[in-house]
């Protein structure tokens, strides 16, 4: 598929990111997956980046990237551990509630994303549109209804704060994959999906979210 051209004559770009390792992990499969994309997806033109698992400087990274790279799509990828489906996210809520402590040993409880931002934030992916197309593949997928309350959630509620109003306008979402076989082998047979699965899911969610918009640089109101 050719890359499909903007209203403005510019070509449709996506910008794609994972997280760097934590907790005491030497992978995360997040950024494993993000390397391993092509560089044209369902006629995106796809860029990626690395975040750091950091509350304080992740969104700044992201929206450095969102700044230079211009994209008219922005899924962030994060692992979730446990979890046996490659996992849309619906909504980001504006709290940070940590578990375990991020890369820079910050551990907030009941912190705010955005202070005086509003509760939450929805995706404005294709979610069920792209669950079904990957099933249809033979992937195990959802909708999933909680992105938890760590980085994952903070860099998806910051994400969809920042593109909001923009023109031109960002589609933007949060896919969570399950750990990769080799964490799983070292984790005593947590579940796991392969990494190429994971990059196929990937690749689906963009190539459904291209074709459910005319262009996503002008659409208005959100894909469902």
């Known amino acids: 598929m050719s890359t499909r051209p903007t209203s403005d004559g510019g070509v449709l770009k996506a910008l794609i990111t994972g997280f760097d390792p934590f907790g005491g992990d030497k992978v995360n499969p997040s950024s494993l997956a993000v390397k391993h994309l092509k560089k044209q997806i369902g006629g995106l033109a796809v860029h990626t980046a690395e975040l750091p698992t950091s509350y304080a400087h992740s969104a700044g990274v992201l929206r450095r990237a969102i700044d230079e790279i211009d994209p008219g ?134 190539e459904v979210s291209v074709s459910r918009t005319t262009d996503l640089r002008t659409a208005e109101g959100r894909i469902s």
């Open 73 to 206: 799509i922005v899924l962030c990828v994060g692992q979730a551990g446990g979890r046996t489906e490659l996992c849309l996210e619906r909504v980001a809520i504006n709290v940070q509630d940590a578990r375990i402590r991020d890369n820079d040993g910050k551990q907030p409880i009941d912190v705010p994303v955005v202070a005086g931002g509003p509760a939450a934030h929805f995706t404005t992916l294709p979610i069920k549109a792209c669950v079904a197309a990957m099933r249809e593949a033979g992937l195990p997928a959802a909708v999933s209804n909680t992105a938890g309350t760590f980085v994952c959630n903070h860099i998806f509620f910051a994400l969809m704060d920042m593109v909001q109003g923009r023109a031109p306008a960002i589609r933007g979402g949060f896919l969570h994959i399950p750990y990769v076989p080799e964490q799983a082998a070292r984790l005593g047979g947590a579940p796991s999906m392969a990494l190429a699965d994971i990059v196929r899911g990937i690749e689906i969610i963009l």
